[in-house]
């Protein structure tokens, strides 16, 4: 497709578990963005990919998340040990260039039971 | 956390109004993006602005970006019922990364028939 593409859609888990989150950027676009979004909030940015490596993580909440690109293109967002407070949409972005503006996907709904 | 006040917080309209919303920031944007999202989908880029004073129309919807560089409004005239939605402001702060958006909390829109 055209956009950015996010999957799952939706994601339902038990406290405790691992869970991968896909994002599949535009492509030929260098830049790939994390943000969380909370129920009533705007999101919030997570982590910044320019090609493979993680430019900025610095909104990642604690160790428990990690995110990879490991070929510029794809990436996962991977989250240990679930919190219930974990719960919400993780979106994706990517653009052209890290001064461009983002287009975001879909997103994943997470929601850790 | 979160730097830039969205106002409205909600609005409720008849279908032909005006509808005007706006955010400020304590801080100095260099850039202003408009978004608009729908449930269950991500953040839609409705309009860019770059320099201070800049206003750029995108069909029924006009945006500006305040000459102290510390608010945008939006406006969208002759509503429809297809407007509805939730609406963010976001930008990049000024001396900061131009890659990490900062986001307000949205304006919800209602568009009655």
């Known amino acids: 497709g055209a956009g950015v593409s996010q999957t799952p859609s939706n994601k339902v888990t038990e406290k405790g578990k691992y869970v991968e989150l896909r994002c599949d950027p535009i492509s030929g676009h260098t830049a790939l963005y994390w943000y969380r979004q909370s129920l009533g909030q705007g999101p919030e940015f997570l982590i910044y990919?320019?090609?493979?490596?993680?430019?900025?993580d610095s909104g990642l909440p604690n160790d428990r998340f990690f995110a990879v690109r490991p070929e510029g293109s794809v990436s996962t967002l991977k989250i240990q040990r679930t919190e219930r407070g974990d719960s919400a949409v993780y979106l994706c972005a990517s653009s052209l260039s890290p001064n461009q503006p983002q287009h975001f996907g879909d997103g994943t709904r997470l929601s850790i039971l | 956390g979160q730097q830039l006040n969205q106002s409205p917080q909600s609005m409720f309209i008849q279908e032909g109004e005006d509808v005007s919303m706006n955010c400020t920031s304590s801080?100095?944007?260099?850039?202003w993006l408009w978004y608009k999202q729908d449930p269950g989908e991500g953040p839609v880029l409705l309009i860019a602005l770059y320099k201070a004073g800049e206003l750029t129309s995108n069909g029924r919807l006009t945006a500006q970006f305040g000459i102290t560089r510390k608010d945008s409004f939006l406006n969208i005239s002759a509503s429809i019922p297809s407007d509805v939605g939730i609406y963010f402001c976001?930008?990049?702060?000024?001396?900061?990364?131009?890659?990490?958006?900062?986001f307000g909390k949205g304006t919800l829109l209602t568009v009655n028939p």
């Open positions: 976001a930008g990049y702060v000024s001396g900061g990364s131009n890659y990490k958006l900062t």
């Open positions: 990919f320019q090609g493979t490596g993680a430019a900025d």
């Open positions: 801080s100095i944007f260099n850039t």
